[in-house]
């Protein structure tokens, strides 16, 4: 590849994260303003791109945090002040690029689980594969270093970025969310294996710009989290609602409280805040059982083919005003492109 065009490409992720930081506008929808409340800030230096997050399923007033690419295979628990209780390292992972995490209970074993994704790719198919770890959760938080399980992936139709993974509590099926222009859920096999590269395959459309995701504890719904605004789904792929989210440097995290009837989300940046958001009354289930004992909920099928939740263009999670904003953004890059590879031939 020749040095032109790679300073093209380098030009092009460059236009693309300035995007992505410049066009971070909030969207408006179900829940008004009084329905969020900031919930704590990351106190700890060492937590400057917080990127993914998820709340214990044993501990009291824990959650789990870690940083985004160029950090090591480390994670935070993090109480709700803010303070960091513990750091934990992973042996026997990498951190090429982590963008997710999920938090979790098998449904067959109840034991507790956390799983990190190191899924980013801003090549889109550069990686030949990627990988998610699994982690049992710590059953006393302090310091130590845990052992991870190790799977690899590929996508049944080619390499993508993604920055969102969820696991579905009823089934313990994993989904990765890919960040496009044109966003899918991939589900991975019902059974993942460790001695081969599991194949994800696309089973429903995701908002444009994915940048988290994640499974109600419950089962009864999923939501993904967007530059914009976040979107609730029915594990079919059927959307319910938009939620409107908060006003973020960089919106990068999303999942639920352990009740099921909030969000919690967050953004990359030193001392970056969390906040909670309310779920509309309308959106929640009836009642908010507990996962062990909540009804079965049909889970979205591995079809092979992308249910078409997106037909709705409230689906996209974005108003009309902000599919104008990234077109002019994407004929921006474009064109800046165009212009470096011009003086570079």
């Not at 399923?57 to 109480?79: G, R």
């Not at 979107?231 to 959307?239: A, D, V």
């Amino acid at each position: 590849m020749g040095d032109g065009l790679m300073r093209a490409l380098a030009a092009a992720g460059a236009v693309a994260m300035a995007t992505c930081v410049l066009f971070t506008v909030p969207a408006r929808a179900a829940v008004a303003d009084e329905g969020m409340e900031k919930l704590f800030t990351f106190k700890d230096p060492k937590i400057t791109e917080s990127s993914g997050l998820a709340v214990s399923p044993t501990h009291a007033d824990i959650y789990y945090t870690h940083n985004d690419s160029s950090a090591s295979p480390t994670f935070y628990a993090v109480d709700g002040k803010g303070r960091t209780r513990a750091t934990f390292q992973v042996r026997g992972a990498q951190a090429r690029d982590w963008e997710a995490m999920a938090a979790t209970k098998d449904p067959a074993t109840g034991q507790a689980t956390l799983w990190f994704a190191d899924i980013g790719d801003n090549l889109n198919g550069a990686w030949p594969d990627v990988s998610i770890y699994r982690v049992v959760e710590p059953q006393t938080i302090k310091d130590a270093t845990l052992p991870a399980t190790r799977y690899r992936f590929r996508y049944a139709d080619g390499g993508r970025n993604a920055e969102g993974i969820m696991i579905n509590p009823k089934t313990g099926r994993l989904y990765v969310v890919s960040k496009e222009f044109s966003g899918s859920v991939y589900a991975a096999p019902k059974k993942l294996r460790t001695d081969r590269t599991n194949v994800l395959r696309k089973v429903a459309a995701a908002p444009l710009m994915a940048t988290d995701a994640a499974y109600a504890p419950d089962g009864s719904s999923y939501v993904v989290r967007t530059y914009f605004s976040a979107t609730l789904y029915r594990p079919s792929g059927e959307m319910i609602t938009r939620v409107s989210m908060p006003e973020l440097k960089q919106a990068e995290s999303i999942t639920y409280t352990a009740d099921g009837r909030s969000l919690l989300t967050g953004s990359e940046g030193p001392r970056s805040p969390v906040y909670r958001v309310a779920i509309p009354a309308t959106a929640r289930p009836a009642t908010t059982p507990s996962p062990t004992s909540a009804a079965p909920q049909p889970p979205v099928k591995d079809t092979g083919t992308a249910t078409q939740a997106a037909a709705d263009p409230g689906a996209t999670g974005l108003t009309a005003k902000d599919i104008l904003i990234w077109i002019a953004a994407a004929a921006t890059a474009l064109g800046t492109i165009t212009f470096i590879a011009r003086r570079t031939r």
